[in-house]
């Protein structure tokens, strides 16, 4: 049974699905964001946020007290692309990479409204090469994201590997949006569950951020990606969330591209419902399993610990 905690993300997308009347402006949705999304999210202590321009991209270091320097979460927030921000992430992204035991960088992206794609992937593509031109060893570096974070995501993957080009160690993603052609069944099984990502709410959003391209073009929708040779993947996603269908396909297509995966669906849980970490125990449990998986990928026997690594 889901906790009374647990409530304020079901309660966050309801009062927006009630006021989308008067969300017709992009800085109306942004401020509404920056003000009920980000609030959903406990405040983790002991961690410095520090702003950086990262190859021309705004981003945040987002360091936990005793983390270790030389390990990075590259991360890319959600909000469909008309909202969300390094500001409203700041404080899960702060919980996630606390838990791991390493600093993360948390980058921008152009929303819908002030560019089309493909702006929002070559603006992750700077910040990965702006992190990597720091002395960063891809090897040491998860890459994750939630929601259309998923879409940079998939997208810095798929231009490393067609360049050449070192690869992450692993990959995280929180309620991925991974196919802008809606073709999951739960737009219809959770339609009455879930206030807020009805199937013409999705479309809308993709139309907004692709205008006519092609939604099956492996750039903007990963789950029609070539994804033999990516690194493995932890798939998270809510049982009640229109969206759920689509973070199993993706796990079935990598599991038939030979990628490890894992694809924990938590019940009575809604998209992101990650947000409310430090404020719900499901949020807490959520981040608690990516940092147990991902830690040993990263040389990480537990926060902060370094295991022994071979001599090159």
Not at 119 to 137: K, P, R, T
Not at 193 to 207: C, G, I, N, T, Y
Not at 285 to 307: C, S, Y
Request: hydrophobic share 45%; charged share 20%; aromatic share 8%.
């Amino acid at each position: 049974m889901a906790s009374i905690e647990s409530e304020a993300n079901r309660n966050h997308y309801a009062v927006m699905a009630a006021n989308a009347d008067k969300l017709t402006s992009p800085q109306a949705i942004i401020d509404h964001n920056d003000i009920h999304w980000t609030a959903l999210t406990g405040e983790p202590r002991g961690v410095d946020y520090i702003e950086v321009d990262a190859g021309g991209v705004p981003a945040m270091w987002v360091v936990p007290k005793g983390a270790d320097e030389q390990r990075v979460l590259f991360y890319a927030h959600g909000g469909g692309f008309i909202g969300g921000s390094i500001y409203t992430h700041r404080k899960l992204v702060g919980h996630l990479a606390k838990a791991v035991g390493c600093r993360a960088l948390l980058y921008d992206c152009p929303l819908a409204h002030q560019a089309k794609h493909p702006a929002q992937l070559e603006a992750a593509i700077s910040a990965w090469n702006w992190l990597v031109d720091q002395g960063f060893d891809p090897g040491r570096i998860v890459i994750a994201g939630d929601s259309c974070g998923a879409v940079p995501t998939y997208g810095v993957l798929q231009r490393l590997r067609a360049q050449g080009r070192p690869l992450p160690v692993a990959t995280l993603i929180i309620s991925g949006w991974f196919d802008m052609a809606l073709t999951a069944a739960s737009y219809e099984t959770n339609r009455e569950k879930d206030p807020a990502f009805a199937r013409e709410a999705v479309d809308w959003l993709a139309a907004n951020f692709i205008g006519d391209a092609d939604r099956r073009d492996p750039e903007v929708s990963p789950l029609y990606a070539d994804l033999s040779g990516f690194p493995p993947v932890f798939l998270q996603a809510g049982a009640d969330e229109t969206l759920v269908d689509e973070s199993r396909m993706f796990a079935e297509r990598a599991r038939q591209a030979g990628v490890e995966t894992r694809l924990d669906v938590f019940d009575g849980m809604l998209h992101s419902f990650q947000m409310m970490a430090g404020r719900a125990p499901e949020a807490d449990d959520a981040i608690a399993r990516f940092a147990a998986w991902v830690r040993p990928r990263l040389g990480l026997t537990a926060a902060g610990e370094k295991t022994r690594e071979k001599a090159a």
